[in-house]
């Protein structure tokens, strides 16, 4: 989690002591401290949180805890939150504008747009609701007038869709400034989704009614393993 955190600021992502993370354990969740720089936090600053809110080590948690906790309580499809005030992302976030599929690469996070919840104070519970209206159905959004949250299965797959969200945004604002861009369909963002599903799923992205798909050579599909008997080649 120190790594990471350190990470979001090497990438650009998170400057300062802005932004958290927190991951699901046994016995709750880690999230980060308050108010301690990257470069300084160690793992013994991390703070050990149960859903009631209860914490326990030498630092306090993270002022944004709810949102944490709240995200993490109801999604038990994911493990990590990440929330980070990258600049683009930010400059959408503070027009309160909605990410729409100018961009296949929107459904990276779920579905056909990247939603921005509504203001609310930071730490409040107001912000924890807000944020969990904004992502239900996706893996990231954007915070009204504040930054963005991005979730994953792990650290790493949360950090990269962080870092995606804040490309998008970039791409936006830049597209933005010649007019407003064209929008995919509905139709085609389905298949969008479904293909980058059959991506995860390990699944090369080969399209109904395309007669080169790729396929395997004879040679390895005899002498390589199958999905069957590996169950490590679906993770």
Not at 37 to 58: A, I, S, T
Not at 126 to 137: G, I, M, T, V
């Amino acid at each position: 989690m120190v790594a990471t955190c350190r990470r979001m600021n090497e990438t650009g992502i998170n400057q300062g002591t802005a932004g958290n993370i927190s991951l699901r354990n046994p016995m709750g969740f880690l999230i980060t401290p308050t108010s301690l720089p990257y470069d300084h936090m160690q793992p013994g600053d991390l703070v050990q949180m149960d859903f009631d809110g209860r914490y326990e080590g030498e630092r306090r948690p993270s002022s944004e805890w709810r949102f944490h906790r709240d995200i993490l309580r109801s999604r038990t499809d994911i493990d990590c939150v990440l929330h980070c005030h990258s600049v683009y992302a930010t400059t959408l976030a503070v027009h309160h504008k909605t990410i729409p599929s100018f961009h296949y690469m929107t459904a990276v996070a779920g579905g056909t747009t990247i939603r921005c919840a509504r203001y609310a104070t930071f730490g409040t519970q107001a912000l924890s609701d807000a944020a969990l209206e904004a992502l239900e159905d996706r893996l990231a959004c954007l915070l009204g007038q504040h930054g963005q949250i991005s979730l994953g299965r792990t650290l790493s797959s949360a950090l990269a869709l962080a870092v995606e969200v804040e490309t998008l945004s970039r791409l936006y604002v830049q597209a933005l400034t010649l007019g407003d861009p064209p929008i995919l369909p509905d139709d085609e963002m389905a298949r969008v989704i479904q293909q980058m599903k059959n991506m995860s799923y390990g699944q090369a992205p080969d399209l109904d009614g395309v007669n080169d798909a790729a396929r395997p050579r004879v040679s390895d599909v005899k002498s390589g393993p199958t999905f069957g008997s590996d169950a490590s080649l679906l993770e």
